[in-house]
Nanobody, 120 residues
Framework: QVQLVESGGGLVQPGGSLRLSCVASGSIFSINAMGWYRQAPGKGRELVATITSGGSTNYADSVKGRFTISRDNAKKAVYLQMNSLKPEDTAVYYC??????????????WGQGTQVTVSS
């Protein structure tokens, strides 16, 4: 079984910063892409940023220049540094990872979500 555990959410004022972390554990052969998604109240889940095992990144237009995704393959971890936060960034943030528990058998796993609230 694979588990993704997120941490680092909270309440922050507009213009502030937060750093989200997500660590994968369990019977893992390899981890391919990892990423962050978010879901605001009344809206669907949307991509925030992804990163491949080789370090290539992709961002939603709404967060480019403000958010930075990174990963530590040895720790099986992915991070999201969020700067210049806006009220519209308020959402539950979910970690996602494409994991193989045996060679060639990949599937996507999700964390439980962490709340980020941007408000004065």
């Amino acid at each position: 079984q694979v588990q993704l555990v997120e941490s680092g959410g909270g309440l922050v004022q507009p213009g502030g910063s937060l750093r989200l972390s997500c660590v994968a554990s369990g019977s893992i052969f390899s981890i391919n892409a990892m990423g962050w998604y978010r879901q605001a109240p009344g809206k669907g889940r949307e991509l925030v940023a992804t990163i491949t095992s080789g370090g290539s990144t992709n961002y939603a237009d709404s967060v480019k220049g403000r958010f930075t995704i990174s990963r530590d393959n040895a720790k099986k971890a992915v991070y999201l540094q969020m700067n210049s936060l806006k009220p519209e960034d308020t959402a539950v943030y979910y970690c996602n990872a494409n994991v193989a528990i045996v060679f060639g058998n990949n599937r996507n796993y999700w964390g439980q979500g962490t709340q980020v609230t941007v408000s004065s």
